[in-house]
């Protein structure tokens, strides 16, 4: 398989239910991250896509790409590391070159842009599926849809908008010929 397509819930995409190389992780970092690793070890795939739904701190609706990632729920500044640095690692940002946004994953629902989130978008699996992508040795390719601002009404436009992105999820899968049905 070279390649894999990932998505946190069926709800987010329901017409991919079912395809073959499509996988569904699980909500947050920690199901992100063992489900893009044993994926990577049982098919060593080429490429891993993302997608899925996307709390908007600069950009408004509409499909965004990602290529730079921080963990914005890793806070050990007691011990002298940076707001998203992995202690004993040097980077904040894990950077995959290219003029994508920044994603800021965490396992929190985020309803308060004003929190001074270093980010353009928030989600909950992006970095640990893209830190899996980087030890595996395989590229990452990374698209989120806009449903909600990131605010008071955050989870009530999230629900609404679970599902608007699957649109894009399948335009952008046919122009790049990934769908194994």
């Not at 569904?24 to 080429?46: D, M, Q, W």
Request: aromatic share 8%.
């Amino acid at each position: 398989m070279n390649d894999i397509v990932l998505i946190a819930m069926v709800e987010e995409a329901p017409a991919l239910a079912g395809v073959e190389n499509v996988f569904f992780t699980g909500i947050g970092k920690v199901n992100g991250a063992i489900a893009a690793s044993r994926l990577i070890e049982k098919h060593r795939p080429k490429r891993i896509w993302n997608f899925g739904t996307a709390g908007g701190i600069t950009v408004g609706g509409g499909i965004h790409r990602c290529s730079r990632f921080l963990q914005r729920d890793m806070q050990v500044g007691a011990l002298g590391f940076a707001p998203g640095q992995t202690p004993f690692e040097d980077s904040v940002i894990l950077d995959l070159g290219g003029s994508g946004l920044l994603c800021s994953s965490g396992d929190s629902f985020v309803t308060n842009p004003a929190l001074d989130l270093p980010a353009d978008l928030v989600d909950m699996e992006a970095y640990a599926i893209a830190k899996a992508c980087l030890a595996g040795g395989v590229e990452f390719v990374c698209n989120k849809f806009i449903s909600d601002r990131a605010d008071g009404d955050s989870s009530g436009d999230w629900r609404a908008n679970i599902s608007a992105g699957q649109e894009h999820y399948l335009r952008i899968l046919s122009e790049n010929a990934v769908l194994r049905i």
